[in-house]
């Protein structure tokens, strides 16, 4: 192997044995490396520390860190494998071995890249708000693409190594007439999983559902946890977790109760006897609302919505923010109103009635005699 190194350095090296010049080569590059890493690395931190919440310093050494640790220093070997003094027979493997782990630590700082991306997307678009439809939005959108771009970096990245390879360039062209044919029978192979990134990729522009949306599906009320490329996950009120098929939400119905808004109305119905004062019941419920953070301002309402044989139907209709605040509202009122009519009205709870009339006719009359 023909030498790059400057005479005088060149001299020097022949003193050397080979092995120990290499090696010697080869642990420099790998600590410059290292060195430099740790160089860059420092930096950020110490503009890191001035940012007291978010910092994009900080995310790119969380992100990046490991990443370039690899990079560097197999990048530095690659530029010294020049300088060695091994035979032609053994630079090709080893400068092939080198070309591989830069491309796949490269693909690596490529996937955490897009994760920094992410970091400063949901720090800009923060959930912890009360009208947060816009930040659902683009989080599902950016989860979505998140994978997406992961999944095709990694393809990329097989397909760049494979093709590296003098061989698989031959067999890749020998398979070129057998695409059409190979493309049918995937085709009909993945239906379901082209199935579902499609309908992935219609739920992330289209969004009928969104991260943190309020659904009720199959019976189960529970928050949008995730969206993967092929299932979302619905975490359920008592931390169970639902998973659906993603194409599910594209084929059948179900309830979503933040579409457009978190707001929501909240019923109680309560049955009483036809004595209860509907106006009394109006006047409590009213100072109730009143004494509460929960609801917010906008409905209130106390109807007879119907009237039966026995009792009377009454819906109690309320407003709140959020879905869980309309439970928690709902269990406040429905609580209240039936501590206060037990405690001033026990007369109006329901009640069985059983009219006696004038029985003499029915009853025989004493023998006077």
Not at 27 to 35: D, E, Q, R
């Amino acid at each position: 192997m023909e030498s790059r190194l400057p005479p005088d350095l060149f001299e020097f090296s022949q003193r050397i044995p080979a092995i120990l010049w290499d090696l010697a080569i080869a642990v420099i590059a790998i600590l410059i490396g290292l060195v430099i890493k740790f160089i860059v690395t420092r930096l950020f931190s110490l503009y890191a520390k001035k940012e007291t919440s978010y910092s994009f310093f900080r995310s790119v050494i969380i992100n990046l860190g490991r990443s370039i640790t690899y990079f560097i220093p197999l990048f530095l070997l690659n530029l010294f494998i020049p300088f060695m003094r091994m035979d032609k027979i053994y630079v090709a493997p080893l400068d092939k071995i080198v070309e591989i782990l830069l491309t796949i630590s490269f693909a690596g700082i490529l996937v955490r890249s897009v994760r920094i991306l992410e970091d400063y997307i949901y720090h800009t678009y923060d959930l912890n708000k009360a009208d947060n439809l816009k930040e659902r939005k683009i989080r599902t959108q950016i989860q979505f693409m998140r994978k997406l771009l992961v999944v095709i970096i990694v393809f990329v990245t097989i397909a760049i190594i494979l093709l590296s390879f003098e061989s698989m360039r031959k067999i890749g062209t020998g398979l070129l007439t057998g695409v059409g044919i190979g493309g049918i029978i995937v085709g009909f192979a993945a239906q379901n999983s082209l199935g579902n990134l499609l309908a992935g990729f219609q739920i992330a522009f289209t969004q009928p559902i969104r991260i943190d949306d309020v659904l009720v599906v199959e019976g189960e009320w529970g928050r949008v946890e995730e969206i993967t490329l092929t299932y979302v996950v619905l975490k359920i009120w008592d931390e169970r977790r639902l998973i659906l098929p993603i194409n599910y939400f594209i084929q059948k119905p179900f309830q979503n109760w933040t579409r457009t808004s978190a707001d929501i109305l909240g019923t109680v119905f309560l049955y009483m006897d036809h004595t209860v004062p509907i106006e009394a019941i109006r006047n409590e419920f009213e100072q109730l609302l009143v004494k509460t953070p929960l609801w917010d301002k906008r409905v209130k309402v106390v109807q007879v919505t119907d009237v039966k044989e026995r009792v009377i139907e009454i819906r109690v209709l309320m407003s709140a923010r959020t879905s869980s605040d309309a439970f928690d509202l709902r269990c406040y009122i429905r609580e209240n109103l039936i501590t206060f009519l037990q405690q001033n009205y026990p007369g109006s709870l329901p009640k069985t009635r059983n009219e006696l009339g004038n029985l003499e006719k029915y009853v025989q009359p004493k023998d006077q005699s």
